[in-house]
C-alpha cells in the first residue's frame, strides 16, 4: 500500500489553561471521539430522519425536533481508584428546564457475565443561558469510563448546546501539554482496489511549540500486523491545528485500523474501515442452500426504557438503517428478530389492548428489511413475565395478558428456579388468535416462524408442545408456504439439549409441527470444547432420527469460544474475532446444519470509543474484519452444502463443500496446537476474507484457510485432502 499527500495551511486557536483528560474536548479535531446514541421515534418522526451532532465553536448542538432520547458520548477515560475526579461541561438549551443526566460510567470484569458497574451522574435541568453543571467521582476500582451527556424524561423540543467539556483530577494537576491526533475516512465499507480517502488532524493542546515526527499506522485486525505505514514532520505553534488529506489505495480484502501517534505525550483516536469484495443478492430458499445469518441486525427499544409510551429505532452515530446497508453488503440475508429486535414480533407491542391490533411497527421493519433483501425470521411467543422475573428488564406480554392467564405450576427440573411460579400460561384462544393475525398481517413476507426462545428454560416440555401445536396449526392454514421452526432447546445457564425436555417433546409428537429444529449449543462452542461441536451436533441429529427427521437450524450461539475457569468473566465473551465467528459458520455448515444465525450483530462491531469497558450495545456502528470475513463467506459458501470431512492428528480439521457444482474446502487448526503445517502448494488457497496466498508450506492455525483444486477432478481434489500430511 502506498499513501500520497497533501499539506493545508495551520490556524491558531486558543488553549485551555488545565489539564484536561478528555480527548478533543474542544473539538478541533472535528467530530473525533464523540458519538452520539438516539432513539427515532415512530410517532414524532415517522420518515426516521437521523439528525447528527451539529458541531458549533467550542462545543457541540444537540437538535431536538422530535423530543427523542439521545445520549451523547465521549472517548472512555482510564480512572484510578482512589482519585477524585471532577467532570464538568457548559450547558444551554432553547427552554428554561431541559432535563440532562451528566456523569460517566465503567464497567469492570466481575463474576461470569455479572460485570461490575461504577456510575456517577448528577441531574441537571439547562436553562436559556450557559451554565456550569459538574459531578465529581472516586471509583473503586480502576477502569476505563465513559463520560456522557443524557437525555431525561421526555426531551422537550428545543436545542441542547453543549461546550466547555473537562475531566480533572481534583487534586492540583499540571496545564495541558500534549499532542492529539485523529484519523478519518470518507466511507465505512470499501471495495477492493478502491482508495479510501483519508484526513489527518494533528492539534497542538499544549503551551509550546511543537515540532514532532507523526506516524500513520495501518494494522490488519485480526493478526495485528503493520500493513503500511508513514512518517512525517508536524511543526505546529501552541493551539494550532493541521489537517492533512491523504489516500490509501486498498489492494486486499480485510479490516484496517488507522492510527496515528507521536513521540512524547499525545492522544489519538483511529478510523475503522474494511476492505470487501461484491455481493450480489439473489433469490434464496432457506429449505434448501445455507444463508449466512444473524440474530438482531438493529435495535427497537421502548416502555419502560423510554419516559414516553411510544417505541423508536435505536440510531448509533448513523441512520437507523446504517447496519442494514453495511450488513446487506456483506452478504448478511437472514435477521432472526430476537433481543433488539423482537419487539416488532412480541405479544406487548402486536396487542397493547385485548383484540385491537397494532402492525405498525413490525410493517415499517419489514420494509426496511425488504431493501435490504433480507429475510425475517421472527420468534414468536414469550411467556416469562420479565419484570417479575428480572426485576427493571423490558415486559414482553401486555398487562392484560399477565392480569387474565394462569400461572405454571409443577414445574420439572429443567426449569430454572427464578423463574418458578414467573411463566404465564395464556388460554389457547389467546395464543392461536395473537399467531393467527400476526400470520395474516405478514402474508408471505415471512418464510419461517420460530416458536419461542429456549423454552426448555422456562417451560415444561407439555406445556410448550401445547403452544407449539397451536401455532404450527395456524400458520400453516394461513401460510401454507411458511415453515416452522421449534424446540429452541439451549444449553445455556446449565441446560442441556440432549435432556428429558428434548426426548418429551419428540416423545408428544413435536416433529409433527415443526419444519426444523433449532438449538443453541453454549456448552459445545468449537469442535475443541470439552463438549465437542460436532459430537454434539450428532447426537441431536441421532435422537431426532429416532423420531423422525427434521433438518437443524442454529438460531443462537452469542459466545464463540471457551473461557477458562481463571479468566470467567474477566474476559467480553460476547465479543468475537473473524476467524471464531468463521469457524463456528464452517462448522454448523460442515456439520449438515441447515441455517445458522448464531451471533448477535452487538458482537460484530468494534468498540472505539467505549474500548476497555464491557458493555453490550456500542456507542457506535463501525466495520470491522469481522464484516470482511462475512462477505467473504457469503461469496464463496453462500449456497453450499457439505461433502466431507477429514481430520488431522486430533488438531486440524477440514470440511469439504460442494458449491454451484464446484469443490471447495475449508482447513483450520481447532486444537490451538502451535507449529502445525502442511503443503499446500498443490491448491489454489484464500484466506478467510479471500485473499489468494502464494507458497508451498503453510502455517495451519485457527484462522480458516480456503482451498480450491488447481487442474483436477472433485473426485482427485477429494483424495488429496483425505491424504494431507500434517506435520
Given at each position: 500500500m502506498r499513501f500520497s499527500w497533501l499539506w493545508l495551511t495551520l490556524a491558531a486557536l486558543p488553549l485551555a489553561g488545565a489539564e484536561n483528560l478528555l480527548y478533543n474536548a474542544a473539538f478541533q479535531l472535528g467530530e473525533a471521539g464523540f458519538a452520539q446514541r438516539?432513539?427515532?421515534?415512530?410517532?414524532?418522526?415517522?420518515e426516521r430522519r437521523y439528525l447528527p451532532l451539529r458541531f458549533v465553536p467550542g462545543g457541540v448542538a444537540v437538535d431536538n425536533p422530535y423530543r427523542e432520547s439521545f445520549e451523547l458520548c465521549l472517548k472512555s477515560v482510564y480512572l484510578e481508584a482512589g482519585k477524585t475526579y471532577r467532570f464538568s461541561v457548559r450547558m444551554k438549551s432553547g427552554v428554561s428546564d431541559y432535563p440532562i443526566r451528566l456523569g460517566f460510567y465503567g464497567v469492570t470484569p466481575g463474576e461470569p457475565r455479572k460485570p461490575v458497574g461504577q456510575r456517577a451522574a448528577k441531574r441537571c435541568r439547562v436553562g436559556e443561558e450557559f451554565q456550569e453543571?459538574?459531578?465529581?467521582?472516586?471509583?473503586?476500582?480502576?477502569?476505563?469510563?465513559?463520560?456522557?451527556?443524557?437525555?431525561?424524561?421526555?426531551?422537550?423540543?428545543?436545542?441542547?448546546?453543549?461546550?466547555d467539556f473537562r475531566l480533572a483530577e481534583v487534586a492540583p494537576t499540571t496545564p495541558d501539554d500534549r499532542l492529539e491526533l485523529a484519523v478519518a475516512a470518507d466511507a465505512r465499507l470499501y471495495e477492493k482496489g478502491e482508495k479510501a480517502k483519508l484526513e489527518l488532524r494533528a492539534w497542538n493542546n499544549s503551551p509550546r511549540p511543537l515540532r514532532e515526527t507523526v506516524t500513520l499506522t495501518a494494522t490488519d485486525d485480526l493478526t495485528g500486523m503493520v500493513v503500511a505505514e508513514r512518517r512525517f514532520p508536524v511543526e505546529l505553534a501552541p493551539g494550532a491545528k493541521v489537517e492533512i488529506p491523504a489516500e490509501l489505495p486498498l489492494d486486499r480484502f480485510g479490516g484496517l485500523r488507522l492510527q496515528l501517534s507521536a513521540p512524547g505525550r499525545s492522544l489519538s483516536h483511529p478510523a475503522q474501515l474494511a476492505v470487501i469484495g461484491r455481493y450480489e443478492a439473489k433469490p434464496v430458499d432457506l429449505r434448501k442452500g445455507f444463508v449466512l445469518g444473524i440474530n438482531g441486525g438493529f435495535q427497537i427499544v421502548g416502555p419502560p426504557r423510554l419516559f414516553y409510551h411510544d417505541y423508536g429505532y435505536l440510531a448509533l452515530n448513523a441512520p437507523v438503517e446504517e447496519p442494514l446497508a453495511l450488513l446487506a453488503r456483506c452478504g448478511i440475508r437472514v435477521l432472526r428478530l430476537h433481543d433488539g429486535a423482537n419487539y416488532t414480533s412480541q405479544w406487548r407491542q402486536v396487542e397493547p389492548q385485548d383484540g385491537k391490533f397494532d402492525f405498525s411497527l413490525f410493517n415499517e421493519t419489514m420494509a426496511m428489511l425488504e431493501k435490504y433483501h433480507m429475510i425475517p425470521l421472527p420468534v414468536l411467543g414469550s411467556f416469562v413475565d420479565m419484570e417479575r422475573a428480572y426485576p427493571g428488564s423490558i415486559p414482553r406480554m401486555p398487562e392484560w395478558l399477565i392480569a387474565t392467564s394462569p400461572r405454571q405450576s409443577g414445574e420439572t427440573r429443567n426449569v430454572m428456579g427464578k423463574l418458578h411460579g414467573k411463566v404465564i400460561l395464556p388460554s389457547e384462544e389467546l395464543w392461536r388468535r395473537f399467531v393467527r393475525e400476526f400470520v395474516r398481517n405478514a402474508g408471505d413476507r415471512i418464510p419461517f416462524y420460530e416458536i419461542m426462545n429456549e423454552p426448555n428454560l422456562s417451560m415444561t416440555a407439555e406445556n410448550y408442545c401445547r403452544y407449539l401445536k397451536s401455532a404450527s396449526e395456524e400458520i400453516r392454514r394461513e401460510a401454507p408456504k411458511?415453515?416452522?421452526?421449534?424446540?429452541?432447546?439451549?444449553?445455556?445457564?446449565?441446560?442441556?439439549?440432549?435432556?428429558?425436555?428434548?426426548?418429551?417433546?419428540?416423545?408428544?409428537?413435536?416433529?409433527?409441527?415443526?419444519?426444523?429444529?433449532?438449538?443453541?449449543?453454549?456448552?459445545?462452542?468449537?469442535?475443541?470444547?470439552?463438549?465437542?461441536?460436532d459430537r454434539e451436533i450428532e447426537a441431536l441429529r441421532e435422537l431426532i432420527r429416532s423420531y423422525g427427521d427434521r433438518p437443524l437450524w442454529n438460531t443462537e450461539l452469542y459466545f464463540l469460544f471457551d473461557v477458562p475457569p481463571e479468566q470467567q468473566g474477566k474476559v467480553k465473551e460476547g465479543v468475537f474475532l473473524p476467524d471464531q465467528l468463521i469457524r463456528r459458520t464452517l462448522t454448523d455448515l460442515g456439520e449438515g446444519i441447515r441455517q445458522s444465525q448464531a451471533v448477535t450483530d452487538s458482537g460484530i462491531w468494534p468498540r472505539l470509543l467505549d474500548e476497555g469497558l464491557f458493555t453490550y450495545v456500542p456507542c457506535e456502528w463501525l466495520p470491522s474484519a469481522n464484516l470482511s470475513a462475512f462477505n467473504a463467506l457469503a461469496r464463496l459458501f453462500e449456497g453450499a452444502e457439505p461433502a466431507g470431512k477429514f481430520r488431522y492428528r486430533d488438531a486440524a480439521v477440514c470440511y469439504l463443500f460442494r458449491k454451484d457444482g464446484a469443490p471447495v474446502a475449508a482447513l483450520w487448526n481447532y486444537a490451538g496446537k502451535s507449529g502445525l503445517r502442511a503443503d499446500l502448494s498443490p491448491f489454489?488457497?484464500?484466506?478467510?476474507?479471500?485473499?489468494?496466498?502464494?507458497?508451498?508450506?503453510?502455517?495451519?492455525?485457527?484462522?480458516?484457510?480456503?482451498?480450491?483444486?488447481?487442474?483436477?477432478?472433485?473426485?482427485?481434489?477429494?483424495?488429496?485432502l483425505k491424504k494431507l500430511a500434517i506435520k
Open positions: 438516539r432513539v427515532v421515534r415512530l410517532d414524532t418522526n415517522p453543571f459538574t459531578v465529581e467521582f472516586t471509583p473503586k476500582i480502576s477502569t476505563f469510563f465513559l463520560p456522557s451527556v443524557q437525555s431525561l424524561e421526555e426531551p422537550p423540543a428545543a436545542v441542547l448546546t453543549v461546550a411458511a415453515g416452522v421452526v421449534g424446540l429452541c432447546v439451549t444449553s445455556d445457564l446449565g441446560a442441556k439439549i440432549i435432556a428429558d425436555f428434548t426426548v418429551d417433546c419428540l416423545k408428544q409428537g413435536a416433529l409433527d409441527w415443526v419444519d426444523a429444529v433449532s438449538f443453541h449449543p453454549y456448552s459445545a462452542r468449537t469442535i475443541a470444547s470439552s463438549r465437542p461441536a489454489r488457497v484464500l484466506d478467510l476474507f479471500g485473499n489468494s496466498l502464494e507458497g508451498q508450506q503453510f502455517e495451519v492455525t485457527e484462522s480458516p484457510l480456503y482451498l480450491y483444486p488447481k487442474n483436477e477432478n472433485e473426485a482427485d481434489f477429494t483424495a488429496r
